[in-house]
């Protein structure tokens, strides 16, 4: 049987290390400055999840500072969860201080490459939100496996919301490590999500948004199109 190229890439080696202190305040304190558009995509996500039935649960992947927590734990008082997941303790420590007086906050340490990472966040959610953290898997070619497992964490009819880097240019490093809007859809529907699509793209970003199939929907939760 032929087997893709793509089995065999290497993954993209890490030109910074977040999990060092330093560096994870450097890039906590140019990350809305290097990207004005995250500002938007974070209201877009906490409008989103203010829908959500009462007592919901969401998963952060990749939370970083909490920026995105921040946002929506200071918008959405009706969320009885809200999960934060890094695999860098200076991240959570950020995020900790940010978010940690609000009661349904809670923090994971945790590394989405590894194999049984879903099993370590406890039950199902009713929404996965992950802004600029899907592309640390380091090669896209490990994406459609991070897709299926957040699809299996959750609920039926529940929400993801993604956004990520998309390619700035066409060189080896750029390609491999990020994907397109279109490969991005391509890797939702194949992971088996539903009502897939782009909501908002810029600054090198993509914000896309589907659902797990099945279970009552709210209404009204698509998202108009920036
Ligand atoms: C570019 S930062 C984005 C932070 C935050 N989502 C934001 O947009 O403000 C990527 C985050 O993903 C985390 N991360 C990197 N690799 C990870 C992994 N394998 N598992 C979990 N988190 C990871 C990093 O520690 C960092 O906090």
């Known amino acids: 049987m032929p087997t893709d190229p793509l089995d065999a890439a290497p993954d993209v080696p890490c030109s910074e290390d977040l999990r060092d202190p330093v560096q994870a305040k450097a890039w906590a304190d140019a990350a809305d400055r290097r990207r004005p558009l995250r500002v938007r995509v974070r209201a877009v996500v906490?409008?989103?999840?203010?829908?959500?039935?009462?007592?919901?649960?969401?998963?952060?992947?990749?939370?970083?500072?909490?920026?995105?927590?921040?946002?929506?734990?200071?918008?959405?008082?009706?969320?009885?969860?809200?999960?934060?997941?890094?695999?860098?303790?200076?991240?959570?420590?950020?995020?900790r201080a940010r978010v940690g007086r609000y009661a349904a906050a809670t923090f994971a340490l945790g590394d989405f490459r590894s194999e049984g990472w879903?099993?370590?966040?406890?039950?199902?959610?009713?929404?996965?939100?992950?802004?600029?953290?899907?592309?640390?898997?380091?090669?896209?070619?490990?994406?459609?496996?991070?897709?299926?497992?957040?699809h299996d964490l959750l609920t039926p009819g529940g929400?993801?919301?993604?956004?990520?880097?998309?390619?700035?240019?066409?060189?080896?490093?750029?390609?491999?490590?990020?994907?397109?809007?279109?490969?991005?859809?391509?890797?939702?529907?194949?992971?088996?999500?539903?009502?897939?699509?782009?909501?908002?793209?810029?600054?090198?970003?993509?914000l896309c948004e589907c659902r797990r199939s099945g279970g009552r929907r709210t209404r009204g939760t698509s998202t108009p199109a920036a």
Not at 49 to 78: D, M, T
């Open 46 to 95: 906490v409008a989103q999840l203010a829908r959500l039935p009462r007592a919901a649960r969401v998963l952060e992947l990749g939370s970083g500072p909490g920026f995105l927590a921040e946002r929506v734990l200071a918008h959405c008082p009706h969320l009885a969860g809200y999960t934060l997941f890094d695999v860098s303790e200076p991240m959570l420590q950020m995020s």
């Open 118 to 150: 879903a099993g370590s966040v406890q039950g199902l959610f009713d929404a996965v939100v992950s802004m600029q953290a899907v592309h640390e898997v380091r090669h896209k070619r490990r994406v459609p496996r991070l897709y299926s497992q957040i």
């Open 159 to 206: 929400l993801f919301l993604m956004c990520d880097r998309t390619p700035e240019d066409d060189s080896a490093r750029s390609t491999a490590l990020f994907m397109t809007a279109a490969e991005q859809l391509q890797a939702l529907r194949g992971a088996g999500f539903v009502d897939v699509r782009v909501v908002m793209s810029g600054d090198a970003l993509a």
